[in-house]
């Protein structure tokens, strides 16, 4: 089993760029989330997915954000334009649903300039 | 209020010492109980996860979970320099896709 995967793992872009990033969730495992961990806030949810129809998007901060999940091993987070406040790394996570925890990748660090 | 409160610590111990990680909650309705460790740049790893009351041990790490007070703990025995991380305590309504985190703790424990 290889885990959740995340590309890229660092991403340095300008104030006003197009960030793009990528997830791959555990084969089988029906939900998948996106979070932004911050020192200052600690761990915020994003957005979630359930058979890769979006279920809460109540966390995504603003219009810049967008995610999406073509299909079921496959998931995309925008941002766009990008700001420098949207520095933070950014977390894919999947479970199977029922009792069964979150699997988390290693993220994404982002730094906006 | 948040659902969940953790102190940030940071919490720095002598090798060897015994740690206690707490967390307490606003929410009756939670049932499920994780802590993850998180290691400088990686994503949190789940280390520990029960439901409902009661201890649960694992080698060196035992989860106490106590819902009439609303509080769980994670205790680490002889603690290694090892388990130098942060520690994040989450919690689930019976839904289980739902799940609320605490900030975490930091740990350093000193060779």
């Known amino acids: 089993d290889a885990g959740v995967i995340q590309s890229p793992r660092h991403e340095v872009t300008e104030m006003g760029q197009e960030v793009t990033l990528r997830c791959k969730p555990i084969?089988?495992?029906?939900?998948l989330f996106w979070y932004r961990q911050t020192m200052m806030r600690g761990l915020e949810l994003l957005i979630y997915f359930n058979n890769n129809v979006p279920i809460d998007d109540s966390g995504m901060p603003e219009d810049r954000f967008s995610a999406k999940m073509p299909n079921a091993s496959f998931s995309t987070l925008k941002i766009q334009p990008s700001e420098p406040r949207d520095s933070a790394v950014y977390f894919c996570?999947?479970?199977?649903?029922?009792?069964?925890?979150?699997?988390f990748g290693n993220g994404t660090r982002l730094t906006v300039t | 209020q948040k659902e969940v409160e953790q102190d940030p610590g940071p919490l720095s111990v002598p090798e060897g010492a015994i740690v206690s990680l707490n967390c307490t909650y606003s929410?009756?309705?939670?049932?499920?109980f994780m802590w993850y460790r998180q290691y400088s740049r990686k994503g949190p790893e789940l280390l520990m996860y029960t439901y409902s009351s009661g201890n649960k041990e694992d080698g060196r790490f035992t989860a106490q979970v106590d819902k009439s007070s609303k509080y769980i703990s994670l205790f680490i025995r002889d603690s290694q320099p090892s388990d130098s991380a942060t520690y994040l305590c989450a919690m689930s309504a019976d839904t289980g896709n739902q799940f609320y985190f605490g900030t975490g703790t930091s740990l350093t424990v000193i060779p």
């Open positions: 929410n009756s309705a939670f049932q499920y």
């Open positions: 084969s089988g495992h029906d939900y």
């Open positions: 996570a999947s479970t199977p649903g029922g009792l069964s925890p979150l699997h």
